[in-house]
């Protein structure tokens, strides 16, 4: 399954206005065309003023078909007018990423279905780049060593996703959700104090795979499926 990974950062103070045309009219369009969003989220903290949102795709030929869809739909052009008179969007950039075995998103349209306690959400969301051919052997030791850890000690794994292009290769993309700041703070407290958990350290340490890693923390928009 492929996941597009659209990033926009708008302009100080323009990204409501354009969150508000996106849920009424963009959204609504896209969804048509290209199929039904995954998630939605601004950023709370890392870079400001942005939203990252994620669609699915079992067919990638099916993307193509769609957008030519949606750029022939009327609705389309009205939303692009409207987004433009906020003179709101900076930056937008977008990848493809590939899910693994172990993501728990395989399907597009598959229905979210919450884990969490409670009614708040965070995502932390990890982009990890890696030194030219090693990133298969980071994700085994995470898929053996790490990952059941976490499972069993953290908050809600969302997406596990190995970049296939738009962007550098050699890097995965996970996100991780949690009920709140606390929550995710004390869950990762927990994780590393955990002996298995310095077993896989250990492990990947030896591997020296990562080149870097960039952590932001995300909260659903109102109307994002996983919220």
């Known amino acids: 399954m492929y996941v597009e990974q659209r990033q926009y950062t708008m302009h100080p103070g323009k990204l409501p206005a354009w969150l508000k045309l996106y849920e009424e009219i963009g959204g609504p369009c896209s ?13 709370e903290v890392g870079p400001l003023n942005r939203v990252v949102f994620l669609r699915g795709f079992d ?16 609705e389309w052009t009205r939303f692009r007018a409207e987004s433009a008179k906020t003179g709101a969007l900076a ?28 009614t708040g959400m965070v995502v932390d969301h990890r982009t990890y780049d890696f030194h030219p051919g090693q990133a298969n052997a980071w994700i085994n030791a995470y898929e053996k060593l790490g990952l059941p850890v976490q499972q069993r000690l953290l908050g809600q794994l969302l997406l596990f996703g190995v970049t296939e292009c738009g962007g550098p290769i050699n890097q995965v993309v996970f996100m991780w959700a949690y009920e709140s700041l606390g929550d995710r703070d004390r869950r990762r407290a927990a994780m590393a104090a955990d002996p298995a958990w310095g077993e896989f350290m250990q492990t990947v340490g030896r591997l020296g795979a990562l080149k870097r890693q960039t952590v932001m923390v995300l909260q659903p928009v109102a109307f994002s499926p996983i919220r």
């Open 59 to 74: 067919d990638i030929d099916d993307r193509a078909r769609g957008l030519a869809a949606r750029e022939a739909d009327p």
């Open 31 to 43: 969804a048509r065309h290209v199929g039904p969003l995954i998630g939605m989220f601004t950023v």
């Open 91 to 118: 930056a937008q950039e977008n990848v493809l990423l590939k899910t693994t075995a172990f993501s728990p998103i395989r399907k597009a349209g598959q229905p979210f279905e919450r884990k969490l306690g409670g």
